[in-house]
């Protein structure tokens, strides 16, 4: 059934965004002066637009929660 496949399909990327924002703290990117790199919005043009890459830190504000995700994707 397609509908429960895209239900879960969404879910799935719920659950994930959900774990991403409880275990990291996303933020600006720095430069080797410690001064942060302001992101520039910039876009690929055509049919499917989607964000150029851009530089950004990824730091985990709980160690005990990134201990769980570990061994929960360790045992898949
Ligand atoms: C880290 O996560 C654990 C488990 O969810 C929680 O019990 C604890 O309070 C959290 N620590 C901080 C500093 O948020």
């Known amino acids: 059934m397609p509908l429960a496949g895209h239900w879960f399909a969404e879910n799935g990327l719920w659950t994930t965004f959900a774990t991403i924002l409880a275990v990291l703290r996303i ?10 790199i302001d992101v520039k919005p910039e876009y690929t043009t055509g049919l499917a637009i989607h964000p150029e ?4 830190s990824f730091e985990v504000v709980n160690t005990t929660r990134e201990a769980h995700i ?3 994707m360790n045992s898949k």
């Open 70 to 72: 570990r061994a929960m």
């Open 27 to 36: 933020d600006h990117a720095k430069d080797s002066n410690g001064d942060r």
């Open 53 to 56: 890459p851009f530089h950004c």
